[in-house]
């Protein structure tokens, strides 16, 4: 039993203790540590996050640019019409054949003819992405909007 209360007493004993000639306790050295740690990683993070986000703008902007010169170079293409068609610029009906064929442009029969033969189609997945890009954009407006002040 008397064991028990000598080792109460030397725990109170060790936590009262002060440091001599007033030098700092480890653990304050150790914070000093931590913040100067704080300090550099804090600047790495930014700049990986920056860094990511450049290259996500980057390789987006790539996207754009690279689908768009695919659908330019789609409208331009020749294509072959070998059936009546009416022409909803002029209201006129072409009189195209497998024996009299017409040639138009891809470009040219979507805005005349409201037609996409299959050589005129798009293959890629802009329309899908645009729509996402909205969607998301439409519901980060509407959080910042929305917050409760």
Request: aromatic share 12%.
């Amino acid at each position: 039993m008397n064991n028990s209360c000598e080792t109460s007493e030397r725990t109170s004993e060790r936590t009262t203790l002060k440091p001599k000639n007033d030098l700092p306790l480890p653990n304050t050295t150790k914070k000093k540590s931590d913040n100067e740690r704080f300090k550099i990683v804090i600047p790495g993070v930014i700049c990986c996050f920056f860094s990511v986000l450049g290259l996500i703008i980057y390789f987006a902007v790539n996207w754009y640019v690279e689908v768009f010169e695919e659908r330019k170079g789609i409208d331009q293409k020749i294509t072959v019409v070998s059936e009546k068609w009416i022409d909803y610029e002029t209201n006129e009906q072409i009189n195209c054949t497998n024996d009299h064929t017409c040639l138009f442009n891809c470009s040219y029969i979507d805005k005349h003819f409201h037609k996409e033969p299959s050589e005129c189609e798009y293959e890629d997945y802009y329309n899908v992405v645009r729509i996402i890009v909205e969607i998301w954009l439409i519901l980060c407006i509407c959080t910042c909007l929305c917050q409760k002040k």
